[in-house]
């Protein structure tokens, strides 16, 4: 650089340059989110926190829909085919308003239309893939059972064959967006291996009662998906994958979400913990101004910008073509249990107002304590790396 070159201004909101990084489709996609959260999310969110429901949901579903936001990185049957890193950048936004909302587009698209889209039958694709990037038809993915989550080679929802059908019968537990769905992806076990079922929720035999009580992910519906005898066509069946491989990879392409996704909920405590340092007064200054309080938010963005500058690596990855599950568990792995310390040291910068609904904070750091545990552990996520770093798996 010539001695008369001119270095950018420092931006406290991009200390790294990351968004030198991007492309202008990129920004407008990120513009297009967040202008839509700002409208439609955080003005109500904290209300639909503490009154632990997400009214609208249906309408909510539609309009994200119409942004495309909807199984975003699919091509074709109404989806928009939006880059990886694209639909990577819409999950920030979406968890920077709450989790419970983008926790609603991951199992909407990178769960339930992509097993469609990957494994299903034209006729499948056909019938639920367009509806579902619209938003007129809501899905749910049904892995986890009540006595098996991070081990789901031990399910017992079973598949069997009667005649040409199909007959399940089981139970799934911790399901978003079971209670409002139009359709499931359910995994169950059959006489030849484990298979997923694409089930209309207005089957015989099935119902989502709601889960109550919960104090993590409030404004998100969440629920047990029961199957009592619910007989199926043979062409229910996704045709194209038999055994874990398929649920896992599907596992895979909502976890990159959350690599992005948790890093907005980082960056909403972030801000915050910004804003209140400059504005709150103590000893006669504000506490911005103190060494100790300096000290916490320049940690927390040094690790909120390294996850993000990480996510963005693996999203060109996965554009590539050149994404390992393993690289998916090591963003996964790093960016949720960062966020959960960012978000923690926050609010102690926060003070007691940090456990207000006034501010984002506490609302993010519980939602984080499910993030930290869905789609993967942090137990599964280090041994899936200790085995890739040893050769030696040690899950059993």
């Known amino acids: 650089m010539s001695a008369s070159a001119k270095l950018p201004p420092f931006d406290p909101a991009d200390p790294l340059g990351l968004d030198d990084l991007l492309e202008p489709e990129d920004l407008a996609v990120r513009d297009t989110v967040r202008a839509w959260a700002a409208d439609r999310v955080l003005p109500y969110v904290a209300d639909w926190y503490e009154k632990g429901e997400l009214p609208g949901i ?22 928009a085919g939006a880059s990886a890193v694209q639909y990577g950048l819409a999950c920030l936004e979406l968890e920077a308003a709450d989790s419970g909302i983008r926790s609603l587009v991951s199992v909407q698209g990178s769960l339930a239309m992509y097993a469609i889209h990957r494994f299903g039958s034209e006729e499948q ?26 081990d789901p080679a031990s399910m017992r929802t079973y598949a069997k064959k009667d005649g040409t059908d199909w007959v399940l019968n089981g139970r799934k537990m911790w399901i978003t967006n079971g209670s409002v769905a139009g359709v499931a992806v359910v995994w169950a076990r059959t006489d030849d291996g484990i298979r997923g ?7 015989a035999g099935f119902s989502a009662p709601e889960i109550r009580h919960k104090w993590s992910l409030r404004a998100s519906v969440t629920s047990e998906l029961v199957l009592d005898d619910v007989r199926l066509p043979a062409d229910a069946v ?30 909403s405590c972030f801000e915050a913990a910004v804003d209140y340092a400059k504005s709150r007064e103590q000893f006669g200054r504000p506490i911005g101004g103190f060494q100790l309080t300096q000290a916490k938010l320049a940690d927390m963005a040094v690790e909120l910008h390294k996850g993000i500058l990480l996510a963005h690596h693996l999203g060109r990855r996965m554009d590539a073509g050149r994404l390992r599950p393993e690289q998916v568990s090591f963003g996964k792995l790093n960016n949720v249990r960062e966020a959960i310390d960012i978000c923690r040291t926050a609010r102690t910068v926060l003070g007691a107002n940090g456990i207000s609904l006034e501010y984002p904070v506490m609302r993010h750091a519980t939602n984080l304590e499910s993030v930290l545990t869905y789609e993967g552990t942090v137990e599964m996520h280090q041994l899936v790396l200790g085995k890739a770093l040893t050769g030696i798996d040690a899950f059993r």
């Open 197 to 203: 079922f694409v089930v209309p929720t207005d089957s």
């Open 238 to 267: 996704l045709p194209e994958v038999i055994g874990l491989k398929g649920p896992l990879s599907c596992l895979s392409h909502a976890r990159y979400g959350i690599v992005w996704g948790a890093m907005g909920a980082a960056r």
């Open 125 to 150: 694709k056909q019938r639920w893939l367009p509806g579902m990037a619209a938003g007129e038809t809501i899905g749910c993915f049904g892995l986890t059972e009540p006595d098996h989550g991070s």
């Open 58 to 79: 249906r309408e909510l579903a539609r309009e994200l829909g119409g942004i495309g936001a909807l199984g975003m990185s699919l091509d074709g049957y109404g989806c």
